[in-house]
Nanobody
Framework: QVQLVESGGGLVQAGDSLRLSCAVSGRTFSDYAIAWFRQAPGKEREFVAA????????YAKDSGKGRFTISKDNAKNMVYLQMNNLKPEDTAVYYC????????????????WGQGTQVTVSS
């Protein structure tokens, strides 16, 4: 089982940047995906971006491309989500999650989840 702990959320203004961190620990597999999801009040959890732990391939939701960048630091066992030019509609709880396979954007495929970190963007 992989354990995930998010940090870095907070209250920012529209146009600001924020970097979320996900600390990864526990049992790891030869390759797995770490993804960021977010969930706004009253809405379903949605995929943001994911990265392959072994080779670093990434994929992201179209709405985040150009503003959100996922990256990793294997030596530190960390995954990051750099978010630039934040908008009020980016307000949500952001979660990192782990999947044994790479490529899914569906939350039900991810077996390990962190507790989430709140991001609030004021206009």
């Amino acid at each position: 089982q992989v354990q995930l702990v998010e940090s870095g959320g907070g209250l920012v203004q529209a146009g600001d940047s924020l970097r979320l961190s996900c600390a990864v620990s526990g049992r790891t597999f030869s390759d797995y995906a770490i993804a960021w999801f977010r969930q706004a009040p009253g809405k379903e959890r949605e995929f943001v971006a994911a990265i392959s732990w072994s080779v670093g391939n990434t994929y992201a939701k179209d709405s985040g491309k150009g503003r959100f960048t996922i990256s990793k630091d294997n030596a530190k066992n960390m995954v990051y989500l750099q978010m630039n030019n934040l908008k009020p509609e980016d307000t949500a709880v952001y979660y990192c999650a782990a999947d044994r396979a790479y490529g899914s954007t569906h939350s039900e495929d991810f077996e390990s989840w962190g507790q989430g970190t709140q991001v609030t963007v004021s206009s």
